[in-house]
Nanobody, 120 residues
Framework: QVQLVESGGGLVQPGGSLSLSCAAS????????MGWYRQAPGKQRELVAI???????NYGDSVKGRFTISRDYSKNTVYLQMNSLKPEDTAVYYC??????????????WGQGTLVTVSS
């Protein structure tokens, strides 16, 4: 069994910064992909950023140049540094991982979500 714990989020003014983290724990053989998606009210869930086990990253067009994803492999944790935040970044942010468990099962897991509100 694998658990995800998200932290961070909250209220920030436009132009401000915020950091999110997502830690995976449990029976983990490997974490193939770790990343972040977001869902704003009335909109579909969209990609924010993902990082593969090989170190490559991919960002949604709307956050390129402002957000940075990173991983701490020793802690099975993924981070999202969000700078120059805009009101349109307001959403619930979800951590997503693709994990190979200790029993060699391939699972896609989602975190519980954390709310980011950008407002003055």
């Amino acid at each position: 069994q694998v658990q995800l714990v998200e932290s961070g989020g909250g209220l920030v003014q436009p132009g401000g910064s915020l950091s999110l983290s997502c830690a995976a724990s449990g029976s983990i053989n490997s974490l193939n992909v770790m990343g972040w998606y977001r869902q704003a009210p009335g909109k579909q869930r969209e990609l924010v950023a993902i990082a593969t086990g090989g170190g490559s990253t991919n960002y949604g067009d709307s956050v390129k140049g402002r957000f940075t994803i990173s991983r701490d492999y020793s802690k099975n944790t993924v981070y999202l540094q969000m700078n120059s935040l805009k009101p349109e970044d307001t959403a619930v942010y979800y951590c997503k991982v693709v994990v190979v468990t200790g029993a060699y099962r391939l699972l896609e897991l989602w975190g519980q979500g954390t709310l980011v509100t950008v407002s003055s």
